[in-house]
C-alpha cells in the first residue's frame, strides 16, 4: 500500500470517527435524552436548564470533532464533504450562540416557564424560539449525518 493510499485511508477513518462522533451524540440527545427527560423533569424550569447545559456540551463536541471532520475532508480533497460538514457546525453555532442565549433571555425575563400562562407573549415567543431551536438542531444533524454517509462511502471505491 502507497503512503498516499494509507494517509487517504487515515484521513477517511478522522472524518467519519469524528462526524460520527458529533452526530451520534447529538442524535442520543435529541431523540433518547431529552424526550426521556421531558417525561420525567416535571420542573420546566429545571428541565431547561439541564437541556441548555446539554446543549452547551454538544456545542464543545461538534466544533471539536466537526474540525476535525471538515480538515480530514478538505485534506482529502473533499470539497462536498467539507462544505456540508462547514454549514453543519455553523448551524450547531447559530443555534449555540443566538437561538439558546434568546431561549434563556426569555425564561429569565419571565421568572418561571411552570408559573407563566401559556397565553403570554413571552412564552409563546419562548414557543417560537423552540421551534427555530428544534429546526437548526435537526438541519445540522441532518447534515451531520450526510457527511459521514458520505465520507463512509467514498471509501468504497477503494
Known amino acids: ?8 485511508r487515515l484521513l477517511t477513518g478522522a472524518e467519519v470517527v469524528a462526524t460520527a462522533f458529533w452526530t451520534g451524540a447529538s442524535a442520543g440527545f435529541a431523540f433518547v435524552s431529552a424526550p426521556l427527560a421531558f ?4 420542573d420546566r424550569d429545571a428541565f431547561a436548564a439541564l437541556t441548555e447545559g446539554t446543549l452547551e456540551r454538544l456545542a464543545i463536541c461538534a466544533n471539536v470533532a466537526g474540525a476535525i471532520a471538515v480538515a480530514a475532508a478538505a485534506l482529502r480533497k473533499a470539497p462536498l464533504r467539507a462544505g456540508v460538514g462547514t454549514i453543519a457546525i455553523t448551524l450547531v453555532n447559530l443555534h449555540q ?19 407563566t400562562a401559556h397565553d403570554d407573549p413571552r412564552r409563546i415567543e419562548y ?17 451531520g449525518v450526510t457527511q459521514l454517509v458520505l465520507a463512509a462511502t467514498s471509501g468504497a471505491r477503494d
Open 127 to 143: 414557543r417560537e424560539m423552540h421551534q427555530t431551536s428544534t429546526r437548526l438542531f435537526g438541519a445540522a444533524l441532518l447534515l
Open 39 to 42: 417525561s420525567i423533569v416535571e
Open 97 to 115: 450562540k443566538g437561538v439558546v442565549p434568546e431561549m434563556t433571555r426569555l425564561q429569565r425575563e419571565m421568572g418561571s416557564l411552570n408559573a
Open 1 to 8: 500500500m502507497t503512503a498516499m493510499r494509507q494517509t487517504d
